[in-house]
Structure formats: structure tokens, C-alpha cells
């Protein structure tokens, strides 16, 4: 139950002089709790230390399929430090979209906000990368407390092979050069352009047929 009641029994009733005696209560502190005392009623009130922590959470996606990327929800966990605190499980584990938010009313102390690592996205946590960080939250805090996240959505890549044939009969003039400069558009843009050589030390070389007529 809420409430406590315990009898002093067989307490002196009066002072020497015949004067009632008025008795007050005290309490050693309780951790995560306050005190508040009414000595009219001997009455003791324990209220919980709390604070506020805000999660939030950004979606940046500039892929083609970003309408699927911004309205992925992401999956928390609040984890606090000192193992005698509990929290309900809504305050535990939730999930958060893009420019969504969620505040907990938690009792002071250290915790562990993270999200669930997904593939092929990149996390920051208040800039910085990393997918949790320890927070500590007080009655002192004159704000807040933010975690600030976000989530960038990783540009997914291909492969792309371009082959070069040579209609020269073989070289017979011997007019082939040893490298060839090549532009890859993709969109309607410009996405990379690559000096393609057949010599042995070439950053970039190409793998030459057996006949030596397509690269």
C-alpha cells in the first residue's frame, strides 16, 4: 500500500511539570525520494526524485526511395544505471520517426539512451557518431535534458561494367592507345569519370580479352 502507519506505544505523556509533552518526527533520507513532514499530524511524505529526459529523432534521406526512408520508425531503449531503478516498459523501449520526440519523467540519475543499430544507416548522437550515450539527469537541471538523434540514410551503390571493343583488325596500325578516358553518367548526371589503362602498374586497369580486341 501507499500508505504506513506504525504506534508508538507506552510514550510519557506529560513533562515534570505536568505540561503535555508534543512529540515531533523526523526521517532518514530514502534514496530517490524527497521528504516532506507535517508535525501537527506526525505525517511523513515520500515523494519520488524525478527529472525530465527528451529523446528526439531526425530522418535524413536524400536516396530515390526516401519516402520509405523518412517514414521508417527507429527503435530506443532507456537503460538506467543504478540496477535499483525500475521503469515501466513504455519508458523502457519505444520507437521514434522522423522529427518525432518523446519525454520521460524518470528519477534522477544516470542512464543509457541507445537505438537499435539498422543497416544501411548511419546514426549520430548530438553530432557526434555513435548509436547511445550516458546521460545524467537532476532537480538541477534548469532544462531538459536532450539526446538529439540522427539517422542518415546510406546511399546504396552498384556495380556498373563498361566494355571497350576495338574494331581495328587488332592494332594493325598500331593506333590504340594504352589508356582510354571514360565518363559514367547515371540520372541525367555526371557520376564519375575513370582513365582506364591496360598497363600493368595503372590505378585503374582494365581486364584485356584473350584476342586483346575488348577491355
Not at 43 to 63: E, F, G, M, P, R
Not at 113 to 135: C, M, N, Q, R
Amino acid at each position: 500500500g501507499n500508505s504506513w502507519t506504525y504506534e508508538f506505544a507506552n510514550m510519557p505523556a506529560y513533562k515534570a511539570d505536568g505540561s503535555a509533552i508534543t512529540y515531533t518526527v523526523e526521517e532518514e533520507a530514502v534514496t530517490h525520494y524527497t521528504k516532506s513532514i507535517n508535525n501537527d499530524t506526525l505525517t511523513i511524505t515520500n515523494k519520488t526524485t524525478t527529472a525530465s529526459l527528451k529523446v528526439t529523432k531526425d530522418i535524413i534521406d536524400n536516396t530515390t526511395d526516401s519516402a520509405n526512408g523518412l517514414a521508417k520508425k527507429f527503435t530506443f531503449t532507456v537503460t538506467p544505471k543504478d540496477s535499483t531503478v525500475t521503469l515501466t516498459d513504455e519508458q523502457k523501449t519505444f520507437e521514434l520517426g522522423d522529427d518525432g520526440s518523446k519525454e520521460l519523467t524518470l528519477p534522477v540519475g544516470e542512464y543509457t539512451v541507445a537505438e537499435t543499430t539498422v543497416t544501411g544507416w548511419t546514426t549520430t548522437v548530438d553530432g557526434t557518431a555513435g548509436s547511445s550515450k550516458d546521460v545524467t539527469i537532476s532537480t538541477e537541471d534548469e532544462e531538459t535534458v536532450t539526446v538529439a538523434f540522427t539517422n542518415t540514410r546510406d546511399e546504396e551503390t552498384t556495380k556498373t561494367k563498361v566494355t571497350k571493343v576495338w574494331e581495328d583488325n587488332s592494332d594493325e596500325n598500331k593506333f590504340r592507345p594504352t589508356s582510354i578516358t571514360v565518363t559514367l553518367s547515371g540520372n541525367g548526371t555526371t557520376a564519375v569519370t575513370k582513365t582506364i589503362s591496360t598497363e600493368a602498374d595503372a590505378t585503374e586497369k582494365a581486364t584485356v580479352s584473350e584476342d586483346g580486341n575488348s577491355w
